[in-house]
């Protein structure tokens, strides 16, 4: 995510600087020309604009650890305060850190959605943003600024952004995103474990689409579902109600409830992603 | 589906007739070569081989027309019977009624798995079945010479051909493909009854691909369903089983039972379908 970043924001930036975890991703980040200069944590602080990109609770790990130990000789001399935007995918827990970060700091939350499923720089590519939706949470200390360099940011990765609540965020991301997840593994599980093996070649694109999430990051995903675990519950506990209902319809045969509820679903989902609604 | 096996089977038969319940569609198939000639009811058992391309319930009509009036003039000169085979999607029905065919008959069942979740004449493509499998359910009555012409037509469809009792068919069919549906439309209506039309905004690649299933053909899904219940009444018990491991870890926020039951998941299906798992 911020490889890909790092590719759509070439040209926009005076100079692109990486920092990571790994020593092994900031070498092939400079090789790759990904980034222009590998920093250390104190030399970060000297950059415009800071993106976080990481599992969530990583960054609030990082949060923390800025918040605890600022390096306050390096930030001195700042004519203004380093903008700083993370690209979380939770951000109720991540805005309440933000809130404790020193003055020197103008934060806001940002969640670009519709990643892949897979992750690390080797899956970089600019367009990866493109025409997608990028969420800013901002927080009340979020300065003018700070939104206007975001949204500005945002125009340069080609995305479309929307403005929210993190609370509102983190509910609408757990139905849009998270409970897919957890669908997408319960299926995995409750034909994994059938017990006739000759269940896979049964397995079309169907199957394939429909668990495909399953097969997501599970450091970033287990990172999602701890965070958000209040509206991720409330979501579960809806779409079991929304099985109970099938589950009735059939157990009685009843077609004309069962098509109701088909019916329903169809017409929502018909329409929708145009084209790729069709794809095999 | 019964417009593209025409395509995969041209150059395989000395002449394609079709037949079908809207006289549009016939039209169509012979004006853009689909078919050779358009013949009636009493003409088509003049037929070799004869295929039903339809929902389960229409194919059960079929076979119950058939066998309730054979047209005993027209097959009292066959010199063998008419191979009989069927594209529905269920088949333990099937199989019984295709049991009380006419000793003129020689009938076995078929499943083409994967196709697509739009249907019609328009939609027809000689490289549906290329690579996919094409479970065969004979029945007792079924000659060596009628399953090795299904194998034939397998072959020609360039599908792997898969035979097992109906009753198997069935039980791995609602897991591997009638479950991913219902678990696509719960997804969808939970997502549409939630009361925040904003979440739309954030439905991505993830969504998009999990709730995919919930625009297939609601008259093909809904007989499906009803003939094909108490399979899917146990894959259901079963998949709700499932959510509730998952509900209780993250009631609990039990960290090492979450992450076990994501793993399993991720390792079933993270080598699964090659560069296909990784569609954005």
Redesign the interface.
Known sequence: MGGSAALALRGHCAEMWGLDANPVTEAAALANGVIDRVVTRVEVLESDVLLLAAPVRAILSLLGSITNNPFPFALANRQSPIVLLDFGSTKRAIVAAMENLPAAFDPLGGHP??G???SGLAQAEAALFQG??F?LTPLARTSARALALAHELIAALGA?P?V?DAA??D???A???H????????????????G?A???????????????????D?TM??DI??TN?EA??E??A??????D???IA??H?D?TA??Q??????Q???P??GA?????
């Open positions: 959605m519709g892949k499923e897979v997608k939706t969420v479309q929307l929210l509102q965020h509910r609408l991301a139905y849009a995103s409970l897919p997840y957890l669908v997408a593994v319960a299926l995995v599980n409750a034909v994994l474990t059938q006739d000759q269940v896979w070649d049964l397995a079309a694109s169907g199957f394939r689409d429909t668990s495909r999430l399953a097969a997501s599970l995903m287990v579902l701890l675990r991720v519950l979501t579960l809806h779409y079991r109600g929304e099985l209902v099938m589950h059939l157990t045969g077609e069962l098509r509820c088909l019916l329903a679903a169809y929502q989902r018909k929708m992603f790729l609604a069709v794809t095999q």
